[in-house]
């Protein structure tokens, strides 16, 4: 089974800061991983999806990389603002059925002004 | 903008009760997810369909937990009888349902479920 961990679970800095939020996976064949943003009482939304042959993607301040040998996964968001405050999931799609994904349990996000 | 729709949006209830929870998905998306978010577990998928047929529901348990698609516009969630650890955020979602796994999902806003 494929388990999604995320690290860390939570991430409090001022604005202005560069950051790096992590994800790993236990099983290395995956079709794609996307990087979700959550607001409080809100659904999920998509930010960034990297397919297993890419190494990485990036939107904007948002730049996000993709290590399938070593399971892993990091979002970049460069120049922190308040606005970025929210929980962000990474996921990753085994591929075996289409559309499956499995989720990590996020990082809660808070960038303080 | 296109975007997918539940009803309601919250629900609180009694043990035993049934509930109904409906997803309009983005018109012209052939497959459709439903999830569950709890503190506890995070999110959970517990059924999905592509072109209105249930693809995998094993993540929903069966005996009090159903799932359809009625039409194309309308996918349902129904739990009879509910209990208190049925309280999470369910949330549904669609997808183009294209098979170069590029998709990505596109979640409504969830409804949030209490069962006292």
């Known amino acids: 089974k494929q388990e999604v961990t995320q690290i860390p679970a939570a991430l409090s800095v001022p604005e202005g800061e560069n950051l790096v939020l992590n994800c790993s996976f236990t099983d290395s064949a995956i079709y794609n991983l996307q990087w979700f943003r959550q607001d409080p009482g809100k659904g999920l939304t998509s930010l960034l999806l990297?397919?297993?042959?890419?190494r990485e993607q990036t939107s904007g301040r948002l730049n996000a990389s993709l290590d399938k040998s070593s399971g892993r996964s990091t979002l970049y968001i460069a120049a922190s603002q308040p606005g970025d405050s929210a929980t962000y999931l990474c996921a990753v799609h085994r591929g075996s059925t289409l559309g499956r994904l499995y989720f990590g349990r996020g990082t809660q996000l808070t960038v303080w002004p | 903008d296109a975007r997918v729709t539940q009803t309601p949006r919250h629900k609180v209830t009694e043990m035993g009760q049934e509930v109904t929870m409906r997803c309009q998905p983005i018109?012209?998306?052939?497959?459709v997810f439903w999830y569950r978010q709890t503190m506890m577990q995070g999110l959970e998928l517990l059924a999905y369909?592509?072109?209105?047929?249930?693809?995998?529901d094993s993540g929903m348990p069966k005996d009090r937990f159903s799932a359809e698609m009625p039409d194309a516009t309308l996918a349902t969630l129904k739990i009879q009888p509910s209990e208190p650890r049925d309280s999470a955020v369910y949330f549904c979602?669609?997808?183009?349902?294209?098979?170069?796994?590029?998709?990505?999902?596109?979640f409504g806003p969830g409804t949030r479920l209490l069962v006292l």
């Open positions: 979602a669609s997808g183009p349902g294209t098979s170069n796994y590029q998709e990505t999902q596109y």
């Open positions: 369909f592509r072109n209105r047929a249930p693809l995998d």
């Open positions: 018109l012209g998306h052939n497959t």
């Open positions: 990297i397919q297993s042959s890419q």
